[in-house]
């Protein structure tokens, strides 16, 4: 598996013939499960892992402030080395703690760091991080320079078409180039749409063709034939919503369509216990429910059988109900 070769240094600056030799440990085109708060954590990865060995990984959405003062928030980044390669990323506004951040995590065998410059949430914006930054090149720059100059992991960006239109794009990706980015990965809507709308991938196409490193392409993807169908001259694609609940996504449509209930059943289960390796007992059964919900769909009944999988007050009983079905 490809995950298993050396993570090679890549130097500031880095130019594309050198970071061809990085993205070599990736299959073509790149295939990513996009970084969601709530939803891909350990357990999860690890489930996405077994079903599809090539997807690259990355951890939930993380603050460099948390990471440096809260030890409940440093357990969010734990993984396995069966992730790999996984990236963990990061979010925050002072330069200084993204420095911190990576020292603290660059030899705790991670494949590298990816910034976000792309998030919507009202809070992330109040607090000018995540798709804030599209306004505030100087400072993007900065978080992606303090990052570079105190590791060799690669440092990645995903981020947004802009704040209202594309016209900055090419623009502000040249500048996080220089200031040190090897992978762009852009989400095809802008900040005032939010999730709204359709995303339109033109504008990243148009990116890749002015730039040299690796672009990844986000935004609607229903399943590995619909990223193909998308994918033209980008390098990969991301899946973000889409993945949730349904680690077979990166799977083609023909082969998807043979997963039966009772393999949903199988694996929503083994992810459970996966996140019991994590969490105690109550605490991962109420969890749960909001992947559980995901898993149990599209079939006669299936409200009725989720209403019974959420009144289970043990391990014992959530498995022998969702067994049941199966």
């Not at 998308?230 to 973000?240: E, R, T, V, W």
Request: glycine residues 8%; aromatic residues 10%; proline residues 4%.
């Amino acid at each position: 598996m490809k995950s298993k070769k050396p993570v090679i240094p890549c130097p500031l600056n880095i130019s594309s013939e050198l970071f061809s030799s990085y993205t070599e440990m990736f299959n073509k085109p790149i295939a990513c499960l996009a970084p969601m708060d709530g939803y891909t954590d350990a357990a999860y990865r690890q489930i996405v892992r077994k079903l599809n060995p090539d997807v690259v990984l990355y951890s939930e959405f993380t603050s460099v402030h948390g990471i440096e003062h809260s030890e409940q928030v440093r357990k969010r980044l734990v993984f396995d080395q069966v992730e790999l390669p996984y990236f963990i990323q990061i979010f925050g506004n002072d330069p200084e703690s993204f420095g911190k951040t990576v020292v603290t995590f660059k030899d705790s065998g991670i494949t590298g760091f990816d910034i976000n410059m792309g998030c919507p949430s009202k809070k992330i914006i109040k607090s000018n991080t995540g798709g804030s930054l599209m306004k505030d090149r100087d400072l993007a720059c900065r978080l992606v320079e303090a990052c570079c100059k105190n590791t060799t992991l690669p440092v990645t960006v995903k981020t947004r078409l802009g704040w209202t239109d594309s016209e900055q794009l090419i623009d502000f990706i040249k500048a996080l180039i220089d200031a040190g980015t090897q992978i762009i990965t852009v989400h095809g809507r802008t900040y005032n749409q939010k999730f709204k709308g359709e995303a339109d991938w033109g504008p990243i196409y148009e990116l890749k063709k002015a730039i040299s490193i690796p672009v990844i392409g986000n935004g609607d993807l229903k399943g590995k034939d619909d990223a193909l169908a998308h994918l033209k001259n980008l390098d990969g694609y991301m899946i973000g919503r889409a993945a949730m609940g349904n680690p077979w996504i990166f799977w083609s449509d023909e082969n998807r369509a043979e997963i039966t209930l009772k393999d949903k059943i199988e694996i929503m289960l083994e992810h459970y216990q996966l996140m019991r390796r994590y969490k105690e007992e109550q605490p991962a059964l109420i969890e749960f429910r909001k992947h559980m919900t995901r898993y149990i769909n599209g079939f006669d009944g299936a409200k009725a059988v989720r209403m019974l999988l959420m009144k289970s007050t043990s391990d014992k009983e959530f498995a022998e109900t969702a067994l049941s079905i199966g």
